[in-house]
């Protein structure tokens, strides 16, 4: 199950009209105040859930923009280690390198998944090329024992980060903060004694929940809001314009 972050704004009437039910609920049954402690209880889950909620999908946020310094710095490692190779075989692998750059930019641009047909062709292209090329003559003896690691790392790392790109909490996670806010919206309007409803608390309330559900989803899914690390690709750009 996969969320927008604009899904968060259904809330924001629900919340508003759930609030409505709770206070002309309790208009109507005239009861008497009660202990609010299962209200505190319910209040006080919800504000758990929805900063363990926030605080997991910054964590994962910022995983997301550690994975591509070290694509960066794998990528690089290994196209410097093309000079043990013969000099006569390392034009065309160069090239295969700032071809590959180019295939994993723009990744949060799209909803598709992470690894490219493209990536992947270029990738065989690259190891077998390689593999060839550290047994030539004329290269460093260390060529094998250096680049192929190189390599390796660097073919590794996108599938580490498609794993990253696709770990979200489970669907559950986001239907009972859903739950909650409505539970905890239609609870702030039974808790209104007062006859007259506050219309200014009443919408500030629900604004509050739903630009913060709003945001963790935006943050959770960065290629499905507003939100698409783009600058991410400023990273990969520089190990690209080194590649001359």
């Not at 994962?60 to 591509?68: G, T």
């Not at 047994?135 to 790392?153: R, S």
Request: glycine share 4%; no cysteine; hydrophobic share 45%.
């Amino acid at each position: 199950m996969t969320l927008s972050p604009f899904d968060a704004f259904f809330l924001l009437p629900a919340m508003i009209v759930l609030q409505q039910l709770g206070h002309g609920l309790r208009l109507r049954r005239q009861t008497a105040p009660q202990s609010s402690a299962i209200e505190g209880a319910v209040f006080a889950l919800f504000g758990l859930l929805l900063a363990f909620t926030f605080s997991g999908a910054v964590a994962r946020y910022d995983v997301h923009r550690e994975l591509v310094t070290d694509e960066r710095n794998a990528i690089e490692t290994a196209y410097l280690r093309l000079d043990l190779l013969p000099p006569a075989s390392q034009p065309p692998l160069r090239q295969l390198f700032r071809d590959y750059v180019n295939s994993r930019l723009h990744l949060y641009e799209r909803a598709s998944d992470e690894v490219q047909p493209a990536t992947e062709q270029l990738q065989r292209q690259i190891w077998q090329e390689s593999v060839v090329q550290v047994a030539a003559p004329g290269g460093n003896p260390d060529a094998a024992k250096l680049l192929l690691p190189a390599l390796n790392q660097m073919i590794d790392i996108t599938a580490t980060r498609q794993n990253a790109f696709n770990m979200h909490p489970p669907a559950i996670i986001f239907l009972l903060l859903f739950a909650l806010s409505g539970g905890s919206a239609f609870l702030a309007g039974y808790g209104m004694t007062t006859e007259r409803r506050s219309w200014l608390y009443t919408i500030a309330f629900a604004f509050a929940v739903t630009l913060t559900i709003y945001a963790t989803l935006e943050i959770e899914y960065p290629s499905q809001g507003l939100i698409r690390l783009t600058n991410t690709d400023e990273i990969l750009l520089q190990v690209r314009d080194l590649m001359k």
